[in-house]
């Protein structure tokens, strides 16, 4: 008896969810619970009829990480003499929001965008990488032309692989032969990068519900400790760093159980919130020169550490026992 195309749809959707580790770590409760998605699109029309991308997109996530939430939005920006002077999300009912107050108002983890383009100005990607997200995007569709994509410059752009019978080969309209792609992955039933990059999103979302918010930097590093080589080994211009499989024990190298806390502050803003307790600090964070300062003791403290200052060394000296960070 042949296969059914619902049947085929749920074998490929099981076996990304088997060959990346995730199977496990569902069947331990961890599903990414507390973790909030922006997808960087829209649902739109083709020739009178709706496209699904977008929804494929969060289906893809959501089958990695159901715990965690999804939010969905079209951005457009202008940039003028150097500067960002408008940088919004339309969201699907038409309302539109100004793209930080967005991220901050819904506290979004994950940034993904899977719709490929040219290269936004460097002062967008500077502004967008202000937030703090940790931004995932898919590394294109056309092979040997390369890695695409509006965020390819700011973030973990991810190729697309098939297994069969254990072996790893790249999907030949993956984008190849370019040292932007970091991973790659397998991409449930549907067919593209697009698909491929969500997968490593909702994975990224597991380990942040797991073991706390951490910047892009130690993300993408922690990624590259958990790939396995597809090809040459460490780095492959077919396959990036490899592709990412949650480790079978759920104890990631070098890591430690620990409590989650999450603190956070806005630009010139003495409002912050630690765990979501309003709290009010002497100043917030400022802008200095398209620098973000702010306030070390408000943070070493808030983390359980203890602040000095040698006025006449000037040296700032902040120590904190190996122990949970008090509230």
Excluded at 22 to 42: D, Q, V
Excluded at 192 to 204: E, K, L, Q, R, Y
Excluded at 256 to 262: D, L, N, S
Excluded at 271 to 282: M, P, S
Aim: net charge negative; glycine share 12%.
């Amino acid at each position: 008896m042949s296969e059914t195309f619902e049947d085929r749809k749920v074998r490929l959707n099981q076996q990304t969810l088997d060959f990346h580790g995730i199977s496990r770590w569902h069947e331990n409760g961890y599903t990414g619970e507390g973790i909030n998605f922006l997808e960087l699109e829209k649902e739109y029309e083709i020739g009178g009829e709706k496209n699904e991308h977008a929804a494929g997109v969060l289906a893809q996530f959501s089958l990695v990480a159901p715990g965690a939430a999804t939010f969905l939005g079209n951005m457009a920006s202008r940039v003028t003499g150097g500067e960002v002077v408008r940088c919004e999300i339309t969201l699907p009912e038409g309302r539109r929001v100004d793209f930080k107050e967005f991220v901050r108002a819904n506290n979004i983890h994950i940034v993904g965008e899977s719709m490929g383009g040219a290269n936004r100005h460097d002062a967008l990607d500077a502004y967008m990488k202000e937030t703090g997200c940790i931004f995932i995007g898919s590394a294109g569709n056309k092979g040997a032309e390369g890695v695409t994509g509006k965020i390819k410059d700011i973030g973990i752009m991810v190729g697309a692989i098939n297994v069969v019978s254990g072996k790893i080969s790249r999907e030949y309209y993956s984008a190849s032969g370019d040292d932007e792609l970091d991973f790659a992955a397998l991409h449930g039933w549907r067919s593209g990068t697009s698909f491929a990059a969500p997968t490593v999103a909702g994975m990224v979302a597991l380990i942040l519900s797991r073991y706390g918010i951490r910047p892009q930097g130690e993300v993408y590093a922690l990624l590259q400790q958990l790939s396995l080589d597809a090809g040459a080994p460490e780095y492959d211009t077919d396959f990036g760093f490899g592709i990412p499989v949650l480790p079978e024990s759920l104890e990631l190298e070098g890591e430690k159980e620990m409590a989650k806390h999450i603190m956070q502050m806005q630009i010139d803003n003495p409002e912050y919130t630690l765990d979501d307790e309003v709290k009010l600090a002497d100043a917030g964070p400022i802008i200095v020169k398209g620098r973000t300062l702010a306030p070390y003791r408000l943070i070493a403290e808030a983390m359980g550490g203890q602040v000095a200052w040698d006025n006449q060394n000037k040296i700032i000296t902040i120590e904190w026992e190996d122990q949970e960070p008090e509230k």
